[in-house]
Each structure stands twice: as C-alpha cells, then as structure tokens.
C-alpha cells in the first residue's frame, strides 16, 4: 500500500529551525517528483518545495534561502529543513509525491497524486 508518513512537527520560536521528514511506503519514492506543501485554516494549499528524481529543486520565493528540501533514496525519505523560522510559516505542513513523472511540474498541488496526513508547525513570536 502506498502511503506517506510525516513527522518533525512542532512548535518553536521565531528564528528557531525544525526539520520535517517523510517516509514513503509502497513504492520507490526517489524515482518520482516529490513536494512539501503548508496549509493555514481557511485557505488552499500552498506548495513551498519539490524536488526531482534528478535531484533539481524548486521553492517558494518566501522560503528561499531559507528552507532546504532534500532527500534520501536508499532510506525513501524525503526531508525538508527549515530555518529562520517565521510566524507567517506556521501551517500544517504536507508531503506529496507525483508517482507519475520523474520531473516535477511545479507547485500546484494538482499535479501531486498522493499526499501525507501533515505535521503541524507553529512559530510562536
């Protein structure tokens, strides 16, 4: 069964860093364009980070330099390293995976076919 599971969530002071990972279940996660999403109440979901089977990134303007997206193939994990933190990132944050193409399309959330349940991160000020 297909499945990603999310951890590395919590609360944290501005300035301070989090990472967040995900394990993929069921299919060779490297081989496939996968994402970090965030999402406030009330609002669409919001791609923040992709990364390809080649290992090409891309980000969110407001993250860049920021968060870091990386991945392990060997353990099918994905990563996503934050510093700086800001109150404006506090948001439930998803994993996604396009198991379709080895390239990512962008950050859309439409082009992702599967998603993660969410860790929840809050930056307190």
């Known amino acids: 069964q297909v499945q990603l599971v999310e951890s590395g969530g919590g609360s944290v002071q501005a300035g301070g860093s989090l990472r967040l990972s995900c394990v993929a279940y069921?299919?060779?996660?490297?081989?496939?364009?996968m994402a970090w999403f965030r999402q406030v109440p009330g609002k669409g979901r919001e791609g923040v980070a992709t990364?390809?089977?080649?290992?090409?990134?891309d980000y969110l303007y407001s993250v860049r330099g920021r968060f870091t997206i990386s991945k392990d193939d060997d353990e099918n994990t994905l990563y996503l390293q934050m510093r700086s933190l800001q109150s404006e990132d506090t948001a439930m944050y998803y994993c996604?995976?396009?198991?379709?193409?080895?390239?990512?399309?962008?950050?859309?959330?439409?082009?992702?076919?599967?998603w993660g349940q969410g860790t929840q991160v809050t930056v307190s000020s």
């Open positions: 990364v390809a089977r080649d290992g090409n990134t």
């Open positions: 996604a995976a396009d198991r379709r193409r080895p390239y990512c399309l962008g950050l859309g959330s439409s082009w992702y076919d599967t």
């Open positions: 069921g299919y060779h996660a490297g081989s496939y364009c």
